[in-house]
């Protein structure tokens, strides 16, 4: 076994919420122990030995929960396992494109470069005006958003089943 795997999120609406869990779940499948919670939940991380970490993006940003979750337990989690993931851009294409090559929030660099996550994902996202305040709904139009669920699932059982491999090599 690889250990305890956490797998940290942020999440406004529950899209991100909906990818952290699917991750989990994937995790779980390939036999391998992890916690799904949102990073403001997380109590004591030393418990755990691996940590995929992920937030929804809004305008280059990631949620505060998931910035401070980074901030506050980089020096625990630094040398030991780390994976990052995005969700946010909507649309049909590849994310990194869409996100016109952008991965994180560029204040969160110092911190990455001294995690040195395994690899950093974005997943496309999703908007569902029913769950949008008034003031959210002005700016998804403004920029001409595309509406729906853009999730890729495929991509996302990909990615997690490539780390449930290399956690499996460890143990």
């Not at 204040?107 to 008034?134: E, T, W």
């Amino acid at each position: 076994m690889a250990g305890k795997i956490l797998v940290a999120y942020a999440s406004k609406h529950g899209a991100t919420a909906d990818i952290a869990e699917k991750i989990g779940q994937l995790l779980s499948q390939e036999d391998l122990d992890a916690d799904v919670m949102p990073a403001n939940q997380v109590g004591d991380v030393t418990q755990y030995d691996a940590f995929i970490i992920g937030s929804a993006s809004y305008i280059g940003q990631w949620r505060k929960e998931a910035s401070k979750f980074l901030g506050t337990n980089e020096k625990l989690i630094a040398g030991r396992p780390v994976w990052l993931f995005s969700s946010g851009p909507t649309g049909e294409g590849d994310a990194v494109e869409l996100m016109k090559g952008w991965r994180f929030p560029g204040r969160l660099q110092p911190i990455i470069d001294r995690i040195k996550p395994r690899d950093i994902a974005i997943f496309h996202g999703s908007i569902d005006m029913k769950k949008l305040s008034f003031f959210e709904k002005l700016i998804v139009r403004a920029v001409k958003a595309p509406i729906g669920d853009f999730r890729d699932w495929n991509s996302i059982t990909s990615w997690t089943k490539l780390i449930a491999g290399e956690l499996k090599k460890q143990g």
